[in-house]
């Protein structure tokens, strides 16, 4: 079993910056590859971001620049740093990560960014 939790979430003014968290436990290693997941109210959960075993990653067009994903092994945990935050990235946000084909979703943390 795997547990996934995310922290960090808040509401921030237009411009300004978040630390996400997403802590891992269970049977997962810490170098599991993950995303971070976002879902606005009435709106379609998007990917966000991404790192590989080896820490290469990827960003959904509409945060490159802004928002760094990276990861702790030591504390098995993988951050997003999101920068320059603008109202449309009011969401929640989640992480995920997928062990022996199954997926596994944390519980989310809201982010609220005012204009």
């Known amino acids: 079993q795997v547990q996934l939790v995310e922290s960090g979430g808040g509401l921030v003014q237009a411009g300004g910056s978040l630390r996400l968290s997403c802590a891992a436990s269970?049977?997962?290693?810490?170098?599991?590859?993950r995303d971070w997941y976002r879902q606005a109210s009435g709106k379609q959960r998007e990917w966000v971001a991404f790192?590989?075993?080896?820490?290469?990653?990827a960003y959904a067009d509409s945060v490159k620049g802004r928002f760094t994903i990276s990861r702790d092994s030591a504390k098995n945990t993988v951050s997003l740093q999101m920068n320059s935050l603008k109202p449309d990235d009011t969401a929640i946000y989640f992480c995920?990560?997928?062990?022996?084909?199954?997926?596994?979703w944390g519980q989310g943390t809201q982010v609220t960014v005012s204009s």
């Open positions: 995920r990560t997928t062990v022996t084909l199954r997926s596994y």
């Open positions: 790192i590989t075993s080896d820490g290469n990653t």
């Open positions: 269970g049977n997962i290693s810490s170098i599991n590859p």
